[in-house]
C-alpha cells in the first residue's frame, strides 16, 4: 500500500507465517482481520486447498488480491470478503461451514492499561467464535499484539474461550516477535506479540 504509514507486511509476523505455510498443506483455511493478506499468501502458497481472506477495509482486501496474483496464486480457488470478521463468522457458524485452519490476528484490542479488562472480554468473544468455525481436530492460530495482554493473561483468554464453546484446546506452540525485535530484560512490556497455535478438540455434550 502507497498511501499511510503502514506498509501491510508486518515483519515481525514472517516467522508465524512461515509456519503457517508450513501446516496448511491440504487443509481448508481463514484468515480473519487479514490485513493485506500476509498469512493467506503463505498458507495458500503452502498447499492450502482453499484460502478465505477476511478483512474490513476493502483497500486491504484488494491489496490482498493483488498479492496473490503476483505470487502465482489462482484468485478463483479462494475467496475475499470485505466483511467485519464478526459478522463473517456469525454467517460461517449460521451456514455450517468449518475450517481445518483459522487464523485470528486482530489488531489492539487494549491501548492502554485501562483498557485492559474489555480487551480480554472481547479477545474470549472472539477466539471463541473462532473456535466455532473450526473442524473437530482443528487448528487455531491466534495472535495479540497488545503489550498490556501478557503471556499469561493471553493463555488464560483462550483456554476460557475454549471452555465457551466446550472446545478443549492443546498448546501446539507459542512464540513471539523475532530476534531482530529484541526485548530489554527490564521492560517486559516489550514483549508485545503472542502467537499461539492450538488443536481444537471437541468435548461430547
Known amino acids: 500500500m502507497l498511501a499511510g504509514q503502514k506498509t501491510g ?29 500476509g498469512f493467506s499468501v503463505y498458507a495458500a502458497r503452502g498447499g492450502a486447498r482453499r484460502v478465505e481472506t477476511v478483512d474490513l477495509a476493502r483497500p486491504a482486501i484488494d491489496a490482498a488480491r493483488e498479492n496473490f496474483r503476483r505470487n502465482g496464486l ?3 480457488a479462494h475467496g475475499f470478503f470485505a466483511e467485519d470478521a464478526f459478522a463473517w463468522l ?9 475450517y481445518d485452519l483459522v487464523i485470528v490476528d486482530p489488531p489492539s484490542f487494549a491501548p492502554s492499561a485501562e483498557a485492559l479488562p474489555r480487551a480480554l472480554a472481547a479477545y474470549t468473544d472472539l477466539f471463541a467464535r473462532a473456535l466455532a468455525v473450526a473442524v473437530p481436530g482443528g487448528l487455531l492460530a491466534a495472535a495479540s499484539c497488545s ?35 529484541p526485548v530489554p530484560p527490564g521492560f517486559p512490556e516489550g514483549r508485545y506479540l503472542k502467537f499461539a497455535v492450538l488443536r481444537a478438540d471437541c468435548r461430547d455434550a
Do not use: C
Open 90 to 98: 456469525d454467517r460461517t457458524v449460521a451456514s455450517r461451514t468449518r
Open 9 to 37: 507486511f508486518f515483519l515481525d509476523q514472517r516467522e508465524n507465517r512461515r509456519l503457517v505455510g508450513e501446516l496448511a498443506r491440504g487443509l481448508s483455511v481463514a484468515n480473519l482481520f487479514a490485513y493485506t493478506g
Open 74 to 76: 489462482p484468485l478463483e
Open 147 to 181: 503489550s498490556h495482554v501478557d503471556e499469561r493473561a493471553f493463555l488464560g483468554v483462550l483456554k476460557e474461550a475454549g471452555r465457551r464453546v466446550r472446545r478443549p484446546l492443546r498448546l501446539l506452540g507459542l512464540a513471539g516477535q523475532p530476534a531482530d525485535h
